[in-house]
């Protein structure tokens, strides 16, 4: 069966583009031009990814995105926008969307970020997640993170990160004892066009490394030299005497 998609889109001509290169590709998309029928149809129907366009008649694409947030949606969003503002894109990701893309993009850009994002969302049942409550939490160690409230605790105690720093821990958490090389990190949490090189990478990483060792000594992040990185989980240390 082919993977439905939802594109909310108000711009006539791009809408088609996307729904026929997506169906050329083997998806079954559909299209509304307005945030309110886009908003009705993600909460009640089952889709493997949305494409929302921010700039949306009536209910914009923010407010949309909010709401299938709140209504517990958990599809995979794309957004799509016009505007190359950072802020807004990082809004948006924090809102709770996948990734973005800035129009105009071309057609292998379009789906390679539908490819992605669809990978990440079926590997999450692979996440080394349990229930705490109905809330899912990563355990590791002294670590718990919670991705639905971007929180992480630390032998019980809350720690301050940033939301890129958080992205970063949160995807090497997901995959303890894999190599992620700096390309990935880079594609997964900044996205594919970003120009900020792999510095950017290396500075979050560092400062998240530095957060962590001065809370905990269990869950360390090592380096892989040429490479990237890994998240290890290492024995608590015996009591004397034991």
């Known amino acids: 069966m082919a993977d439905k998609v939802l594109i909310i889109e108000d711009e006539p001509t791009l809408a088609r583009l996307v729904s026929y290169n997506l169906s050329q590709e083997g998806y079954e998309a559909e299209v509304v031009g307005n945030g309110a029928e886009g908003l009705h149809r993600a909460v009640n129907d089952n889709y493997a990814i949305i494409f929302l366009d921010l700039m949306l008649p009536g ?25 190359n503002a950072e802020e807004e894109v990082v809004q948006g990701l924090q809102m709770g969307a996948d990734d ?4 105009p993009f071309g057609v292998a850009e379009l789906l390679a970020r539908a490819s992605a994002v669809l990978r990440r969302s079926r590997n999450e049942e692979n996440k080394p997640a349990v229930s705490v409550g109905g809330e899912k939490v990563i355990a590791l160690g002294d670590l718990q993170i919670y991705p639905d409230r971007y929180e992480v605790f630390v032998n019980g105690q809350w720690i301050t990160l940033r939301p890129k720093e958080f992205e970063v821990l949160l995807y090497l958490a997901e995959r303890p004892g894999i190599v992620i090389t700096r390309d990935d990190l880079m594609n997964v949490v900044w ?5 900020g090189g792999q510095r950017t990478v290396d500075v979050h990483v560092s400062s998240l490394r530095k957060k ?3 809370s905990q ?26």
């Open 59 to 83: 209910m914009n694409g923010f407010e949309v995105l909010q709401k299938i947030r709140q209504h517990a949606v958990k599809t995979p969003v794309i957004i799509l926008t016009a505007r």
């Open 217 to 242: 000594q269990t869950v360390q992040i090592e380096s892989i030299r040429g490479v990237g990185y890994k998240l290890i989980v290492n024995r608590k240390p015996s009591s004397p005497g034991r």
């Open 100 to 103: 973005y893309i800035t129009k």
């Open 191 to 195: 996205g594919f066009d970003y120009i």
């Open 212 to 214: 962590l060792e001065l």
